[in-house]
C-alpha cells in the first residue's frame, strides 16, 4: 500500500465493536491495493469496547486513528474522516465491507473516464455469492415507495434488478462503499449528520445531483459486504430507518409530500403486522 503526501484515496471506515470484521476488512485493502495509486486509510473508532484500537495499532501502524468516547454516528464520524483526508477522491467502507481484486483500480478507471460523476457503488455480493439487495435505487418518493411496497407484500420481488451487469445512472448507490470525487464533496458539503444512520447516502447523493453532478451504479466493480442484515434482526435500526426516512422527507419534501409518507408507512406497518 502506497502511502504519501500526495494521496489519490482516501478510505474512510467507521468502527464500532467490529474487531474481527474491521481486521478482515483491513487486511482486504492491504492486500487489494490499486497499482498505481497512492492510499491513506482513516479509521473513525466510535468508543468501542473489544479492543478494535488496539488491534490497528498492533497490526496495522500505517492507518491513521481518529477516537471518539461515544458512538456519535455514521455520518458524523465519516465527516471526522473526511475532514481529515486529503486525497482526490473518498471512498466511504463499512468495517463489514471487503474490497476485492481490483475494487480500487477499477472505482479509479471508472471515475479518472467520467468527470461529471460525483459518486459511485460497486456491485456488493454477500459471503455465499448472492446479491445484497438495496445497491442503489431512486428517491423514496411516496409514488416510489407504494411501488416498492407492492412489489414487496404482494408481488414478493423487489421493485429493482440487483443483479443487472449494466453500468447505469441512478438516484444514489449504497453507503456501505461509496466511491465519492472530492471536488463533488467541497461543492455540496459533509453528510448530514443530523442523520445518525440510514439515508444519509440518498441525502448526499440527491445534494449532488442537484448540483449537477451524476450519481451511478457500477456492477463491474465488485465488493464483499458480510454485513447487510441488521434492519431484519435488529428493532432499534428499524426505528433509526424510520426516523431517519421521517427527517429526510422534511428536508426535501413537501408537507403533503410528508403527509402522504405518514399514510404509506403506516399502510406497509399493517400490512407487514
Not at 487486511?27 to 479509521?43: L, R
Not at 468516547?69 to 466511504?92: C, D, E, P, R, W
Not at 445534494?207 to 457500477?218: I, T
Request: proline letters at 3%; aromatic letters at 12%.
Amino acid at each position: 500500500m502506497s502511502i504519501s503526501s500526495s494521496v489519490d484515496i482516501s478510505i474512510v471506515i467507521v468502527n464500532w465493536n467490529t474487531r474481527e470484521l474491521l481486521r478482515k476488512c483491513l487486511t482486504s485493502v492491504v492486500v487489494h491495493a490499486p497499482s498505481n495509486a497512492a492510499v491513506e486509510v482513516i479509521v473513525i473508532d466510535n468508543g468501542s469496547q473489544d479492543g478494535s484500537v488496539a488491534m490497528v495499532e498492533q497490526e496495522f501502524p500505517a492507518v491513521r486513528k481518529i477516537l471518539n468516547s461515544q458512538n456519535v454516528g455514521f455520518s458524523k464520524a465519516n465527516n471526522q474522516g473526511i475532514l481529515s483526508s486529503k486525497s482526490t477522491y473518498i471512498l466511504l467502507l463499512n468495517s463489514d465491507a471487503l474490497l476485492l481484486k481490483n475494487s480500487l483500480d477499477d472505482f479509479l478507471s471508472f471515475m479518472n473516464q467520467h468527470t461529471d460523476v460525483a459518486a459511485c457503488g460497486p456491485h456488493l455480493i454477500r459471503p455465499d455469492g448472492s446479491v445484497q439487495p438495496f445497491l442503489f435505487g431512486d428517491d423514496p418518493a411516496p409514488g416510489y415507495l407504494l411501488r416498492r411496497a407492492f412489489n414487496r407484500l404482494l408481488l414478493h420481488q423487489p421493485l429493482h434488478n440487483w443483479n443487472t451487469t449494466q453500468t447505469i445512472e441512478v438516484d444514489w448507490v449504497s453507503g456501505a462503499c461509496l466511491f465519492v470525487r472530492r471536488q463533488a464533496v467541497n461543492s455540496v458539503g459533509l453528510l448530514d449528520e443530523n442523520i445518525f444512520m440510514y439515508f444519509e447516502d440518498n441525502d448526499w447523493c440527491l445534494r449532488m445531483r442537484k448540483k449537477g453532478w451524476k450519481v451511478f451504479y457500477n456492477p463491474e466493480i465488485t465488493v464483499l459486504h458480510v454485513g447487510g442484515q441488521s434492519l431484519i434482526k435488529n428493532h432499534e435500526a428499524q426505528k433509526a430507518y424510520y426516523r431517519s426516512l421521517v427527517y429526510f422527507y422534511r428536508k426535501h419534501y413537501s408537507f403533503f409530500s410528508f403527509f402522504l409518507l405518514r399514510i404509506v408507512l403506516n399502510l406497509y406497518r399493517h400490512i407487514k403486522g
